[in-house]
């Protein structure tokens, strides 16, 4: 059997001191993954124990002082760790900082780096490109991603980080729902987070249909990670599915499109649990399209992409984009140069066909919207700027991207630690 259909059917949680009772039948429910996930340090040894050594709880310790995010880890996900090898192993890398592995910032670097609140007419909606609008109903979601771009807003704050508060209110859903309304253009809205898996099943039918039923709504998407970090809920949490399915039904019945996006960024996070939660969404006619988000050491080479891909199409997840990762800060181990993104992008074209192929594209700094990693204007690989331009979204304005540091020569490092030759690279950049 090739290797991307090798799905993991075995009780893998039970190497899990904490889990080692735990029948599959438990295992499978969303109620034994949300009474059981883990949010700090101590909740993390007493379900390890010994797997891990003292150094390993240390070293995370440390790290979460400098993090954005806070830690949130289903069973699921802690399952899948090779605990023999965490300081390698991707799973970690995305959910549980390590002191020893942080890098520091490159200089550049920003909260809310695709100025989402910039462009919000009213809290919680981003409105940047002419028929799509970014609706986040509230801003929690069932686990805690190192990598988030919203980390200036999701989850608890950090010492690093004091939080955007957006709680679930329905006053202020009806002020974005007017706003919307009044905007003829609009045709496409993208409900997340935050991740609509943390929506109630009412309120999340109450937003779809409330939506659908505007005339100029074509298009929704719910965006959530679920699907990746806890499966159990689609298979369990019937409420929840049958909601959802009632909101696709009823864009059906109205010639409208409602989807699911959803990001998974490794083979190892797709399982025989994945498959069965795909195959009940597939049975029910409800599309899911996967936004990867490229990460140093967690998916940045030719093989591991490409399989994911593969991996992603078999159970039916559309693979869509690979993004590069935001310049956002505390992360910086996780970022890489935009080279990365190009290289891979050579490989994985022509892997399998062409409408299963994702677009490799990077997220414009300063609200650019997307752009496709191989069409920068200028690219000096030297001091790792890149330059694109958005005619569609902000003409006559460039955006820049900056490569980390670390992936820079001893002369290029020591350029961005004066200020004065900063500005020197920029402006060339920008003048061409
Ligand atoms: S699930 Fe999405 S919104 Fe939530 S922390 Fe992860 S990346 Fe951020």
């Not at 949010?39 to 979460?64: C, I, K, M, V």
């Not at 780096?113 to 002419?130: F, I, K, M, N, W």
């Not at 909101?247 to 959803?262: N, P, Q, S």
């Not at 650019?368 to 979204?393: C, L, M, N, Q, W």
């Amino acid at each position: 059997m090739p290797d991307h259909r090798a799905l993991r059917r075995d009780e893998f949680w039970r190497g899990i001191p904490a889990y080692e009772k735990v029948s599959e039948e438990e295992f499978r429910t969303h109620t034994f993954q949300n009474r059981h996930t883990v949010t700090n340090p101590r909740q993390l040894q007493e379900t390890l124990g010994a797997l891990a050594p003292e150094s390993f709880y240390e070293d995370l310790q440390a790290a979460l002082a400098n993090a954005p995010m806070a830690v949130r880890i289903s069973p699921y996900l802690l399952s899948l760790i090779d605990w023999s090898d965490p300081l390698h192993d991707p799973i970690r890398t995305q959910f549980l900082p390590l002191r020893s592995q942080q890098h520091h910032d490159h200089p550049m670097l920003q909260f809310d780096s695709l100025h989402e609140q910039e462009d919000a007419p009213v809290p919680g909606l981003t409105h940047r490109y002419r028929d799509k609008a970014l609706f986040l109903p509230q801003l929690s979601c069932p686990v805690y991603c190192r990598f988030c771009t919203r980390s200036y807003a999701v989850g608890n704050d950090t010492p690093e980080v004091e939080k955007l508060t957006l709680t679930a209110n329905l006053a202020r859903w009806e002020q974005a729902f007017a706003y919307i309304e009044n905007q003829p253009d609009l045709e496409d809205i993208v409900i997340s987070g935050g991740d609509s898996y943390n929506l109630k099943p009412d309120h999340l039918q109450l937003i779809g249909e409330r939506l659908l039923r505007l005339p100029n709504i074509r298009r929704l998407r719910y965006a959530t990670k679920g699907l990746c970090v806890l499966p159990q809920k689609i298979l369990s949490d019937h409420a929840w599915t049958d909601a959802l399915t009632r909101v696709v039904e009823l864009g059906r019945a109205l010639h409208k499109d409602v989807v699911v996006h959803t990001h998974f960024n490794h083979p190892n996070e797709i399982t025989g649990i994945t498959h069965d939660a795909m195959n009940v969404l597939t049975e029910r006619g409800i599309h899911v399209r996967c936004q990867t988000v490229l990460q140093r050491t967690v998916n940045d080479d030719p093989a591991t992409i490409t399989q994911l891909v593969r991996r992603l199409s078999y159970v039916n997840a559309h693979p869509y984009y690979v993004y590069m990762h935001d310049m956002v800060p505390g992360v910086e181990d996780l970022r890489t140069p935009l080279s990365t993104a190009q290289h891979l992008e050579k490989h994985v074209r022509g892997a399998t066909a062409g409408f299963n192929t994702p677009s490799f594209v990077l997220d414009a700094p300063g609200g650019g919207g997307k752009r496709d990693v191989h069409s920068p204007e200028r690219y000096d690989r030297a001091t790792g700027i890149s330059v694109f331009t958005s005619p569609s979204v902000k003409p006559g304005k460039q955006f820049l991207y900056f490569d980390p540091i670390a992936s820079l020569d001893d002369d290029a490092r020591e350029r961005w630690a004066i200020t004065a030759e900063r500005r020197a690279m920029i402006d060339a950049a920008l003048n061409g």
